[in-house]
């Protein structure tokens, strides 16, 4: 139900911002890569016990992570 919470708010917050592509092509690649990371656990056994234990365990941290990331790599969109 946390999950389904914090998913309804970030669309809350989307949708005051606009459905832009920009804004799709973050949520959409985020929610995909991040849920597909913690599905494949065995992933994060190269990094420390402390990353392993914030990353390989909660989808949360990924998709967060990824989204800024994405926020910052992809062009903005002119008006």
Do not use: W, Y
């Not at 599905?39 to 941290?61: R, S, Y």
């Amino acid at each position: 139900m946390m999950f389904g919470s914090i998913m309804f708010a970030g669309f809350n917050m989307i949708s005051k911002c606009s459905f832009s592509t920009r804004n799709m092509k973050i949520v959409s690649l985020s929610l995909a890569i991040g849920l597909g990371f913690t599905q494949v656990p065995a992933m994060f056994d190269v990094f420390p016990q402390m990353i392993k234990t914030v990353f390989a365990e909660n989808c949360v941290a990924v998709i967060f992570i990824l989204a800024l990331i994405l926020d910052h790599v992809l062009p903005k969109e002119k008006n």
